[in-house]
């Protein structure tokens, strides 16, 4: 298979993620959207590593699985917060910062 | 065990205490002391035994209903108190009618009291007053009808089998 | 024959080996668990001053079948709260995770076994990620066990499936640490590599704590007694499978013996020094299954003997004993390798 | 066809399809599971591009610990139903902005001229995508963001710790 | 809590054996300090559940794996059998106690027995009344391994289900050898027993007991040394004595919190009082003191029996007063009054002048009461039995509340509940 079909599944996989960060009101899908673009990222990084027949990119894919595992453990943290304080799971109602 | 004289002297402290009226009777039978107490009465005389400076019966054994059918009064509710430190033991028994069935719970002095009085309820329909939670515990909630009382027919309960059912209208009620 | 285009492997066979391999190894669950359960059976019943099953064909021989006949016969069912077609799912899941793992079980070398002309490799596959392998698939058995509780809509079933979730997750981490060492000492993760490397010593002698963790996790990993709290029956009836009848309750069931067969393999292969043993070469995959068997056994003692851990005692035990040991455990084996 | 392009095709509609059932679910809990779909659909893909250690790691990390977290937490708070796109203007901006986005970014990648990206690169070795390989170039060339990633870790699980935590003198005045 | 006074005569003739062990403290939980506004469930254990014995039901409030309410609901068993005593002769009322407790069948024939016995005022010789007393030491026996099997099963140790069943049914024997019955045996009558026992059945009973006594050594060796057992049931459950007492809880659960209240040692009865045994009592009140007093109480009842064995006077194995108990059978060809006797014996069965009494015996569970109206007619107008596992029941809940799902397994077991004698 040619690189270019990754790379077009790619940003297929990220468009849609970015279409449901904007339209999804849950804070737990947001989360769940931003691991799909993060994850097409991971796949446009491999196919340019395999296209470029380095491993450098596997590297970069793998470093962003860290980022990507502390993003949702400090989210899930905020949503279980939020939910103990009986905020509603709604990020257009939660608008206001307080302790 | 209170001889016959312990009794006596038993049933005169607690009508000394809470009036003449409140101890019906004594009993001695077979070397069993029982206070015949009425119905208003049984919490307090029951307090007054439990806390009795030199002879206290600080443990509710048993509570269990009785129904005397033909003699009147003719419903009855027992209580065993016990004496750990000198093994010694005592009833003391209310009587009252079937239509005014109601005598004070003990189940603040005595937790223990709670399943047993809701039994006697379930079972004689006698209601105590000041029970936390006074429901039948071992017919069904919806039953009707005291099933110990003497005049409650023996075998009187249909039985469902499968074979038997459509015999039974609104038997899922 | 073309090859699969997949991950690199260390020995490449082609697609029409690759299959009969597979249906081998699948030929040999469908033979291997019917046996444990006997095994189980007739052993408990001995543990237990009872004879075990003795009815159904000479001595019970066939009382797995009598067992595979009922399951199937079963009505099936499913309660009225549950998402009918996850619970069908979940079954496929366990099994399926449960037979991948198989995969990588070497039950001989490549260079000794010639056939028709060609050499072939005594395992399912033997890939360059070998022991992350069973640990992704692990990963995922997860999620057999999540959805088979979470779908049944059973208070029962959700709380055996949270159980085992949390299970799975704190004693997979000791599991993984466990065989760090060994890793390490063998400088390789391919299973074949590391029984080659046990050429002179069992890696049971110098990682010996090593493989006492992973015993202990294994246990956990598999929801074997004493760690059966996700279908402690004493407890939550039978955990997440408490709304499972028939096959599909066959199925869990049936992942869980083939989970005891991979963990017995990979203690095997890992610590064992799988197919190393006295006698000519044919005899590799008996050892193999001989040193598979006594973990089985052992499994099977085990069951027999020990009541059941509390649930906040096995978290504590998990994350407060074994972990820390088994951390210590593979920062000491690195610090003597490297010197 | 080749097989590869079989297996291509399906793990992309596993991956779309994941993809989509992320977004358009309502039940977050399906929603996790769709993308739990798509990361085994992804894990696939990485195995056809020769990078074995990250489709194990994709899994293990994954879908073994960071999507069991999401069902803890969803199991946790509970299925909370909610309209998608739904009402204000974001809701219906949000599928044209990345309708847009998708159309840019196809344009700049068939478009493009780097002339490796409609092969299928060179050949590589049968080590490519290996732990050892991975882990050599992680520890030699790239040993401060490996460090920098731990690090992250560790702050990330610091700050969860004390974001779950429970707070009692500051409950009150939330309410 | 144990120094409290016991200056009667009593504590010279408890005669209690402690079970000293280290003062500890209750066990931690994990998790138990969630706040009470997080979310509950609501959770059904039972009727039909592996854990609870029988058919009880435990509405369960839970908060994660915590409970955080318990109420039991019964009845599920219950038949009547009260009710349907009032309509039988009294000596074929015997059959119908005997189901109620359905594991210590022995005492409550005897509670029943024996109140019919003071109601009448008779007399039991002697012989009857040591072979009463080998038989409900037996039963006592019976009854607790039956008890050790299931609670090692419900904390999750199969094996030993099967190791006590073998000994039970050991015991069983016994009791078919005497009577014909392994289970509700209907052996002791008023006045007696059925019959004397037979030939051999001594040597049995004597090979039986040393056998058992090692028994015991060797479930105590599984048990007592088992890591996983003691954190399961050390300082767990522990419910102060105040409460027990209060609740009128009795029987070794009272007796594990330190308590040396036994009434074969307090009011005896059935000669009691001419065998030498000590009453064991537990210091901490936890799940591993009720394990520990049982098993010694097991030990005990080894001791009765062989001295009643020792001792087992001869003479009459039932009253000869032939208003109440059958005449013997040779009797009946050569003797007009015996047919007569029998013939109303066992038509009418015999009148009970009219009284009331309640007696109570030390059944493996606790204070079994048995309460009996005669009204002077062959049936009696009421029976009722204070039953332990009716009053005990109500402990579960101090004992489980607060701590986890499978400390309430262990509580239940601890409790050793017999819906059987619960719901009657």
Known sequence: ??????????????????????????????LLCLELMLNAGNLALISFSRMLGNREGQVFALIVMVVAACEVVVGLGLIVAMYRRRLPLDVDEVRELRG | MPDATGLELIAAEVRERLG??????????????????????????????????????ELLMSVHGCDYFPEEPRLAVHYQLLAMQRTDRLGVRTRMGADDARVPSVVDLFPGADFQEREVFDMFGVVFDGHPDLRRILMPEDYEGYPQRRDFPMGGEPVLFTFNEHEMPRWYD | MTRLPLASVSFVESTGVQIVKAVVIFAFVLVVVPMILLLERKLLGRFQARLGPNRVGPYGLLQPLADVLKLLSKERFTPS?????????????????????????????????????????????????????????????????????????????FLGAMRSAAQLISYEVSLGLSLVGVVITAGSLSLTQIVNSQDHIWYVVPQFVGFCIFMVAAFAETNRPPFDLPEADAEIVAGYNTE????????????????MVAIAGIATAMFLGGWHGPGPGWLDPIWVLVKMFGFIVLFIWIRATLPRLRYDQLMAFGWKILLPLATVNALVTAILVAT | ???????????????????????????????????????????????????????????????????????????????????????????????????????????????????????????????????????????????????????????????????????????DSVG | MTDRPLDVPYREREQSVSLERMPGRQAPVYGTEIEPETELFTINMGPHHPATHGVLRLLLTLEGEIVRSLTPIIG?????????????????????????????????????????????????????????????????????????????????????????????????????????????????????????????????????????????????????????????????????????????????????????????????????????????????????????????????????????????????????????????????????????????????????????????????????????????????????????????LQMLRHMAEGRLIADLVAGVAMLDPILGGIDR
């Open chain 1, 1 to 30: 298979m040619n690189a270019v079909w990754f790379l077009v599944l790619s940003a297929f996989i990220f468009c849609i993620g970015a279409a449901g960060v904007i339209a999804r009101r849950n804070p737990l899908v947001i």
């Open chain 5, 76 to 392: 599920y068993v219950h038949t009547g059998i009260e009710k349907s005593c009032e309509d039988q002769a009294y000596w074929k009322v015997i059959p119908f106690v005997e189901r109620m407790d359905y594991l210590a069948y022995y005492f409550n024939a005897q509670a029943f027995c024996m109140a019919v016995e003071r109601l009448v005022d008779e007399e039991v010789p002697p012989r009857a009344q040591y072979l009463r007393v080998i038989h409900l030491e037996l039963n006592r026996i019976a009854s607790h391994l039956f008890w050790l099997g299931t609670s090692a099963l419900d904390l999750g140790a199969i094996s030993l289900l099967w190791y006590a069943l073998r000994d039970r049914e050991k015991i069983l024997d016994i009791f078919e050898m005497s009577s014909g019955q392994r289970l509700h045996p209907r052996y002791f009558q008023v006045g007696g027993v059925v019959e004397d026992i037979p030939p051999g059945f001594e040597q049995k009973v004597r090979a039986f007991l040393p056998d058992m006594a090692s028994r015991i050594d060797q479930y105590e060796a599984i048990l007592d040394r088992n890591e996983i057992l003691l954190q399961r049931l050390k300082h767990v459950g522990q419910v102060p004595l105040e409460t027990l007492l209060g609740l009128g809880v009795t029987g070794p659960l009272l007796r594990a919190a330190g308590h040396p209240w036994d009434l074969r040692k307090a009011m005896p009865y059935s000669s009691y009082d001419h065998f030498d045994f000590k009453i064991p009592i537990g210091t901490q009140g936890d799940h591993y003191d009720r394990y520990r007093v049982r098993m010694a109480e097991m030990r005990e009842s080894l001791k009765i029996v062989e001295q009643a064995l020792d001792g087992l006077p001869e003479g009459p194995y039932i009253t000869d007063n032939r208003k109440i108990a059958l005449p013997p059978r040779h009797e009946l060809a050569t003797s007009m009054e015996a047919l007569i006797h029998h013939f109303k014996l066992v038509t009418e069965g015999f009148r009970v002048p009219p009284g009331e009494v309640y007696v109570a015996i030390e059944s493996p569970r606790g204070e079994l009461g048995c309460f009996i109206v005669a009204d002077g007619s062959a049936k009696p107008a009421r029976v009722h039995m204070r039953d332990p596992s009716f009053v005990n």
């Open chain 2, 20 to 57: 003449g009226e409140a101890v019906v009777g004594t009993m001695y039978h077979r070397g069993q002391a029982t206070l015949d107490v009425a119905p208003a009465a049984v919490r307090d005389a029951i307090a007054f035994l439990k806390d009795h400076a030199d002879e206290p019966y």
């Open chain 4, 1 to 171: 066809m080749l097989l590869e392009q079989v297996l291509f095709f399906v793990a992309a509609a596993g991956a779309i399809g994941g993809a989509l059932g992320v977004v358009l679910l309502r039940n977050p809990f399906f929603s996790v599971l769709a993308l739990v779909a798509h990361l085994i659909s992804l894990a696939l893909l990485f195995l056809l591009l020769r990078a074995e250690f990250i489709a194990a790691a994709q899994l293990v990390v994954y879908a073994g610990a960071v999507m069991v977290l999401y069902v803890f937490v969803v199991a946790y708070v509970g299925g909370v139903e909610e309209t998608v796109g739904g009402e204000g203007a974001i809701g219906r901006v949000g599928p044209v902005f990345a309708g847009a986005l998708l159309v840019e970014l196809c344009i700049a990648i068939i478009g493009s001229a780097l002339p490796a990206i409609d092969s299928r690169g060179p050949h590589v070795a049968a080590g490519f995508g290996s732990p050892g390989a991975i882990g050599k170039l992680l520890l030699e060339k790239f040993l401060i963001p490996f460090e920098a990633a731990s690090f992250l870790l560790l702050v990330a699980a610091v700050g969860a710790v004390v974001l779950a935590r429970r707070r009692r003198g500051l409950e």
């Open chain 3, 244 to 259: 499972f009848g028939g096959m599909r309750f066959g199925s869990f069931f049936m992942a869980e013996y083939i989970n």
């Open chain 3, 81 to 157: 709260t549950a998402v009918p077609w996850m619970m069908a799912m979940a079954p496929a899941i366990s099994i399926f995770t449960a037979v991948v793992t198989l995969a990588i079980i070497p039950f001989g070398d490549v260079r000794r076994h010639g056939l028709f002309g060609a050499s072939y490799g005594l395992y399912g596959i033997d890939v360059s990620i070998g022991i992350l392998w069973a640990f992704a698939f692990g990963a995922l058995a997860f999620y057999g066990l999540m959805l088979g509780g979470w779908a049944s809509g059973s208070k029962y079933s």
